[in-house]
């Protein structure tokens, strides 16, 4: 419906003013969604019968899902409210998987300023009840005072609530579970009993990263140990760049426009994920998938699921999270100290974990 609307709004207009919109300093789009929000939202309402909640939260995978618990108890305040998520596009599929949200809009970074959205919000004629803008302590600081708990409480907090219910939690139907499992041809690995392992290495911050012989060596001790087919999550750096984890043996590479709603069926149906500290961290715990992370920059305790099975890996060294001091001791593209967090974690300890995970999922060994 959205799509069609905006469609018939840039036919009612005048072909000048659409040129002016299309090449002046905000693109046309933004000035259409400008248009267009408060109009859908007065639409909804009335549909609904109810005043709305609007929440925006532009950022990540990981972000948005840690979003879930804050929404969650919003609703539990408000039952009698209708529930907007204001959000990148991409996400929609996702966040109807939580079951936490009534309606998604979706935006563009071109125009991702909360006075837009307040703006648009004051020409609903008082139909919205409460904007809440959840942002990361760094977010609020410019990034000088680190995080110091949980990203769930930090973007709660931001918002002046305490959660009640901290964990997140994603709804894959049956029958998606079925589609995915098919259209990624695993049908008959899992009817056959073989264990589906998910890795994901990135590309993210380089003080995220592991090294990918590291992690050859790893899908390598894995396949000798267990017979097992291996998912590999992630991105590509962009056409036509060399990308040395496109050089990964033994991993069946899902990777870059993976539709999310897929991604969150794939990772529900695997026995475990290996993982940095990124999204499919936090897809796992929100469909209770266990999941061994590798962190140093990070604490995983302000990261991994709050009630999900999850163990995390880090090295030794003395800047260990240095993401939580203040200032931060990083930047997302450098470290003063070489990223020995990350190149100081070897491959045994994380196997051992993978091993002692597997041993506790109830007829696996």
């Avoid at 496109?246 to 994920?273: E, H």
């Avoid at 990350?342 to 974990?353: D, G, I, N, R």
Wanted: net charge neutral; charged share 20%.
């Amino acid at each position: 419906m959205l799509p069609r609307l905006r469609e018939r709004l840039k036919e009612a207009l005048p072909r000048g003013l659409l040129a002016t919109l299309r090449h002046g300093r905000t693109n046309g789009r933004a000035w259409l969604d400008r248009l267009l929000f408060p109009i859908w939202l007065i639409f909804q309402c009335a549909v609904h019968r109810q005043k709305a909640i609007v929440v925006w939260r532009l950022a990540s995978l990981g972000d948005i899902i840690c979003t879930l618990p804050l929404l969650r108890e919003l609703r539990r305040r408000h039952p009698d409210r209708l529930f907007v998520f204001i959000t990148l596009r991409g996400f929609e599929n996702l966040l109807r998987l939580s079951n936490e949200v009534d309606l998604v809009y979706e935006i563009t970074y071109d125009y991702a300023k909360p006075s837009w959205i307040r703006s648009a919000a004051g020409f609903s004629f008082g139909l919205v009840d409460q904007i809440h803008e959840p942002h990361t302590t760094d977010e609020r600081t410019n990034s000088t005072e680190g995080p110091v708990g949980h990203l769930v409480d930090d973007l709660a907090g931001s918002c002046g609530l305490t959660l009640t219910d901290r964990q997140p939690h994603l709804h894959p139907p049956a029958e998606l579970l079925r589609k995915t499992e098919a259209a990624y041809g695993l049908s008959d690995e899992l009817a056959g009993g073989r264990l589906l392992i998910a890795i994901n290495g990135g590309h993210t911050w380089p003080v995220r990263e592991w090294d990918v012989a590291k992690w050859q060596q790893l899908i390598d001790r894995i396949h000798a140990d267990y017979d097992a087919t291996l998912l590999r999550f992630g991105f590509h750096l962009g056409p036509g760049v060399p990308d040395e984890y496109d050089n990964l043996t033994g991993v069946r590479p899902l990777i870059s426009l993976l539709p999310l709603d897929d991604l969150v069926a794939l990772i529900a149906r695997c026995d475990l994920v290996v993982s940095i500290d990124s999204g499919p961290i936090h897809v796992a715990g929100a469909v209770g998938t266990p999941v061994v992370g590798l962190f140093g920059a990070v604490n995983p305790l302000y990261r991994l699921p709050p009630e999900s099975p999850a163990v995390a890996l880090v090295s030794e060294v003395p800047c260990l999270y240095c993401h939580h001091l203040t200032p931060i001791g990083h930047w997302k593209t450098n470290c003063p100290h070489d990223i020995r967090c990350m190149k100081q974690l070897e491959v045994e300890p994380v196997y051992q974990a993978i091993q002692e995970m597997l041993a506790k999922r109830v007829g696996r060994t």
